[in-house]
């Protein structure tokens, strides 16, 4: 079962200490590349786009293709 990110928070890790510190990080950075989407310059939005998309393939499972 697949779940959005946006309904994660620093609430649902747990394990290690520092899991709340790179939660943190990870939604920083993410806030970040979003606000480069809206960015006038089209190099930066391509690049946003750009990384958006690899990482989104990162965390793609691939279907069983086995026959």
Not at 13 to 32: D, F, L
Request: aromatic fraction near 8%.
């Amino acid at each position: 079962m697949l779940v959005p990110y946006s309904t994660f928070s620093a609430s649902d890790v747990s394990g290690h200490p520092r899991n709340e510190e790179v939660w943190a990080q990870v939604t920083q950075t993410k806030e970040a590349v979003l606000a480069h989407l809206s960015s006038a310059n089209d190099g930066i939005r391509t690049h946003a786009l750009k990384f958006i998309h690899k990482l989104v393939y990162c965390f793609t499972v691939a279907p069983d293709v086995r026959g």
